[in-house]
């Protein structure tokens, strides 16, 4: 079942996660076509070092089956387009060995079934110039911080991969349903690991905060309290917690390390435990005068979605 398999690459070490891919997930010898800031240029053995060296974007494209290609946006992504059966296992082999130094990875659709019909698709993304999700997406060492928390990834409803250099993909649906099947179980996940949207575990680099996290500081502890009573916490202002350890929003002066909710029902607290847990943000209540932390010795198990013990098990 071969598919056409397009696959966006970001992190600091642009040049670096350029040069890893030939050989790997492109042909290894110089491109039969090169396009450098828009202009055509003839590919010299150092292909690479001239693609890298430009200014805005550069392409290269070599001839055969889906017509391969690797193109570089300065600043933003590495691009890759090849043709292959989707195979998430050989995806992580291919990302770990070398490695490639990205740290956030996206994969397109491998169903154009999706983008047609009366009702197409639309998938959502982590953001930037990176493709929609469709059947894959990863994290690479920094890129998890990227993340509320790594538990996010653990208690999703999708496949998780790890493999060598801190790395993690997550697949989101079985590669070997159908269209209709696949864009079943995908779309349960997508929506949980992208930017603008509240109930995602995704932090967006430039992430804005929508809700004002009244709390009490401790300096010593370096800890945000939020006080709660008399309503529910949404997960938006979770993520925004989540944020507010990652963005300091109250200076250097007062860092935040830890935010901790202290609510004064107890009911209320037990109710929001495993969604503040899932997040690493702290869950405390009042018994009996005392304050009581409850995430602490919180061990929830994973449930994984059918599909995936389905796929496990073959």
Known sequence: MVKSLRIGLSGPELASILKSIPGRLTPRGPPGSLLLDDQEEAPTSDWLGQMVRCELSAMAQWSGDGDPHLSLTQGE??????????????MLSALTAGPTPFELASFASIHPEWATGAQ???SRTLGGLHYPHGWLCGFRGKGHDRLVSRRWLE???????????DTTLIQFH????????????????HPLLTVNNP???????????SHDLQGIYDAKSQT?????????????????????KKMQP????????????????????RAHLHALWLRELE?????????VRLDKDYRPAPVKPDWVKAVESR
């Not at 992504?77 to 050989?90: A, G, N």
């Not at 079985?174 to 996940?189: C, H, I, K, M, Y």
């Not at 109930?199 to 905060?209: K, L, T």
């Not at 109250?250 to 202290?262: D, H, N, Q, W």
């Open 77 to 90: 992504l590495v691009r890759i387009k090849t043709e292959q059966t989707p195979d998430p296992k050989v």
């Open 120 to 122: 197409p698709y639309r």
């Open 155 to 165: 208690f999703g409803p999708w496949r998780v991969l790890k493999g060598s250099g």
């Open 174 to 189: 079985d590669v070997a349903a159908d269209a209709a099947t696949a864009l079943e179980q995908a779309r349960v996940g």
């Open 199 to 209: 109930d995602s575990g995704f932090i967006a680099a430039d992430h804005v905060m």
């Open 224 to 244: 945000l309290r939020v006080i709660v009573h008399g309503r529910d916490v949404p997960p938006g202002e979770m993520r925004d917690a989540c944020a507010a």
């Open 250 to 269: 109250l200076g250097p002066e007062k860092p935040i390390t830890r935010v901790a909710y202290v609510f004064m029902e107890p009911q209320a607290a």
């Open 283 to 291: 869950c405390w209540t009042i018994e009996q005068g005392n304050e």
